[in-house]
């Protein structure tokens, strides 16, 4: 089987300071993954080059199949639209927005007409829950609501592809276990990719694998 994710000699230097040293893994399709270590070791570099959100200083990235390790800016962007998804701990939500309209942005990118949008914006709410807060303003949700938004907003694009950075770190305890439940739910029913960067032993080992990150260096837990 291909892998989805495939690094292999993945280095990335940042202000002088190795923070990734000849990182190599590959990731199956559906495939669960946490990314664990101690805080300021790495996890969110990775992920962020993973996303296409940062480039490394030496090695190869290849998604889906695509070396995007010299892809230029628009095909980077294109790939993000298209293969990624991102839920983040801060939920990114724009404020002025209506929850149906911040989950329908990602589609006004790819030139969807705004009705067309709204009605997919609409059946992703409803997947996660929020159907009856769809115009409410995200300071009108609670910490839970607001990120299961921030989770319909990077489903609404149909990617393969769930890269979570602590996307429970800002939530209470019975809040977390909710997320992470429709964020396991969402790999397990519909075979979407996942990598979460976590700190909780007990979240991370609900995966099907867990990677290790320390000291620049990435391996199998």
Do not use: W
């Amino acid at each position: 089987m291909t892998p989805i994710v495939s690094l292999a000699g993945i280095g990335r230097v940042l202000n002088g300071q190795a923070i990734l040293r000849d990182v190599s893994f590959n990731v199956a399709p559906g495939q669960a993954c946490a990314l664990v270590g101690a805080s300021g070791c790495g996890k969110s570099t990775l992920l962020n080059l993973i996303g296409l959100l940062d480039r490394p200083n030496a090695g190869r990235l290849v998604l889906d199949g695509k070396d995007m390790t010299h892809a230029t800016g628009d095909q980077r962007a294109v790939t993000r639209n298209y293969l990624l998804g991102f839920v983040f701990q801060s939920f990114n939500l724009l404020p002025r927005l209506t929850a149906l309209d911040n989950v329908a942005l990602p589609l006004s990118y790819r030139g969807m007409p705004q009705e067309a949008a709204r009605q997919a914006a609409s059946a992703c709410l409803e997947q996660v829950g929020l159907a009856h807060r769809a115009f409410h303003l995200p300071a009108e949700l609670s910490g839970g609501q607001r990120q299961r938004v921030a989770i319909a907003r990077a489903l609404v694009t149909g990617p393969r592809i769930l890269l979570a950075d602590e996307p429970t770190g800002n939530l209470d305890g019975e809040t977390a276990q909710g997320i992470i439940a429709l964020l396991m739910s969402l790999n397990r029913e519909q075979g979407m990719t996942l990598l979460m960067v976590t700190h909780d032993p007990t979240i991370a080992l609900r995966m099907d694998r867990r990677l290790q990150v320390s000291q620049g260096e990435v391996f199998d837990a």
